[in-house]
């Protein structure tokens, strides 16, 4: 199974100590095969920059992290599936291009889809 973690999971992964948390550490460990994307994974470094005070080395840290623990595919093809927030079609692109089975995610946009071209969409994280 191969899963595409959201910008907004990856973030409150980063910053609390929740479910989103455990589920990244199973990732990390490689005990569930993550994919990410350079789009996600420039969000990422602008959020935790922006919003989070976050120190440049801080941010490479993590990044560097999340580069060597999951698949990283950079999608070609782009499509506008939602309109309402361009954006979130970057977490679509990769999980196509990545052949991903499950989307984790917060976003109200992504969450109402519940499932595009076979990709179940949720904000539950996997056990």
Same mark, same amino acid.
């Given at each position: 199974m191969k899963i595409v973690l959201d910008t907004n999971i990856l973030v409150s992964a980063l910053f609390w100590q929740g479910k989103e948390h455990q589920l990244?550490?199973?990732?990390?460990?490689?005990?569930?095969?993550?994919?990410?994307?350079?789009? =996600?994974?420039?969000?990422?470094?602008?959020?935790?920059?922006?919003?989070?005070?976050?120190? $440049?080395?801080?941010?490479?840290?993590? +990044?560097?992290l999340l580069m060597s623990s999951f698949e990283v595919v950079d999608p070609k093809e782009k499509i506008k599936v939602i309109i309402a927030d361009e954006k979130?079609?970057?977490?679509?692109?990769?999980? =196509?291009?990545?052949?991903?089975?499950?989307?984790?995610?917060?976003?109200?946009?992504?969450? $109402?889809?519940?499932k595009y071209k076979? +990709?179940?969409i949720t904000k539950t994280t996997i056990k």
């Open positions: 990244l550490k199973k990732c990390i460990k490689g005990e569930i095969r993550a994919v990410t994307s350079p789009d =996600i994974l420039s969000e990422l470094a602008h959020v935790m920059r922006d919003y989070f005070d976050a120190q $440049e080395e801080e941010i490479s840290k993590t +990044i560097d979130d079609n970057r977490i679509l692109e990769c999980a =196509i291009k990545a052949k991903a089975n499950i989307i984790v995610s917060g976003d109200k946009h992504l969450l $109402e889809l519940k076979n +990709i179940k």
